[in-house]
T-cell receptor, first 115, second 114 residues
Framework: AQKITQTQPGMFVQEKEAVTLDCTYDTSDPSYGLFWYKQPSSGEMIFLIYQGSYDQQNATEGRYSLNFQKARKSANLVISASQLGDSAMYFCAMRGPSNDYKLSFGAGTTVTVRA | DGGITQSPKYLFRKEGQNVTLSCEQNLNHDAMYWYRQDPGQGLRLIYYSQIVNDFQKGDIAEGYSVSREKKESFPLTVTSAQKNPTAFYLC?????????????FGPGTRLLVL
C-alpha cells in the first residue's frame, strides 16, 4: 500500500521569502510518480510539479522546485519568492506503477503568505 | 479551451434521494476519476475509469455508482446508501501515456444534505 505523509498542517511565510513544504512517502514499487497540487479557497486543484522516480534531476517549474531525496523517500516542495497569491492548501500525491494511474494524497499543508 | 467541467457547482440532496454529479472533459484523456474531499482533509478516490465501458472501485466506493459510456463523460451518482454524502467532489482526467500521466481537475461540486 502507498502512503503519503505531510506533517505540517499550517505554515506562515513572509512575502518574497522561500518556503519548504515537507512530503514523505512509502512504497515498495520501484516505479512511481510524485505530484504537488495547489488548492486555493475556490477549491479547484491546480497541478504544480511532477517528479518521476527514475528522473535524475530535481523537477523545477518557475518558482516551484521539488527537492527529491529518493533514499529518504522525501519529495519536498520549495516555493521561492512567495507571493500573496500563493496562500492556499498544498497537497503532495503519489502515483503507483506505470499501469496504475491512481493517486494517493497527503492530508495537505495550509500556507499563508504575509505582506 | 480544453478543460474539465463539473456541474452543478452546488447540489442539495434530500434524505433517501439519489443525485448525479456531472463531469465532462474535452482533453481527449482516456482516464477519469472521482474524488471526495471532506473539510480540512486530503482527497480520497471513489471510482476511476481507464477506458470507455470499464471502471474500478477506489478506496471509498460504497454508496456511489458511476458509468462511462462516452470517453468525454464520467457521471457520479450518490445513492441513498451513502449515509454521509456532504462533501466536496472533484473529478479529474489524465492521459494513460506521457510524462507522469498527470491528473487535471475540474472545479468541483459541493454536495449538501437537507
Amino acid at each position: 500500500a502507498q502512503k503519503i505523509t505531510q506533517t505540517q498542517p499550517g505554515m506562515f511565510v513572509q512575502e518574497k521569502e522561500a518556503v519548504t513544504l515537507d512530503c514523505t512517502y512509502d512504497t515498495s514499487d520501484p516505479s512511481y510518480g510524485l505530484f504537488w497540487y495547489k488548492q486555493p479557497s475556490s477549491g479547484e486543484m491546480i497541478f504544480l510539479i511532477y517528479q518521476g522516480s527514475y528522473d535524475q534531476q530535481n523537477a523545477t517549474e518557475g518558482r516551484y522546485s521539488l527537492n527529491f531525496q529518493k533514499a529518504r523517500k522525501s519529495a519536498n516542495l520549495v516555493i521561492s519568492a512567495s507571493q500573496l497569491g500563493d496562500s492556499a492548501m498544498y497537497f503532495c500525491a503519489m502515483r503507483g506503477p506505470s499501469n496504475d494511474y491512481k493517486l494517493s494524497f497527503g492530508a495537505g499543508t495550509t500556507v499563508t503568505v504575509r505582506a | 479551451d480544453g478543460g474539465i467541467t463539473q456541474s452543478p457547482k452546488y447540489l442539495f440532496r434530500k434524505e433517501g434521494q439519489n443525485v448525479t454529479l456531472s463531469c465532462e472533459q474535452n482533453l481527449n484523456h482516456d482516464a477519469m476519476y472521482w474524488y471526495r474531499q471532506d473539510p480540512g482533509q486530503g482527497l480520497r478516490l471513489i471510482y476511476y475509469s481507464q477506458i470507455v465501458n470499464d471502471f474500478q472501485k477506489g478506496d471509498i466506493a460504497e454508496g456511489y455508482s458511476v458509468s462511462r459510456e462516452k470517453k468525454e463523460s464520467f457521471p457520479l451518482t450518490v445513492t441513498s446508501a451513502q449515509k454521509n454524502p456532504t462533501a466536496f467532489y472533484l473529478c479529474a482526467s489524465s492521459p494513460t501515456r506521457g510524462t507522469g500521466e498527470t491528473q487535471y481537475f475540474g472545479p468541483g461540486t459541493r454536495l449538501l444534505v437537507l
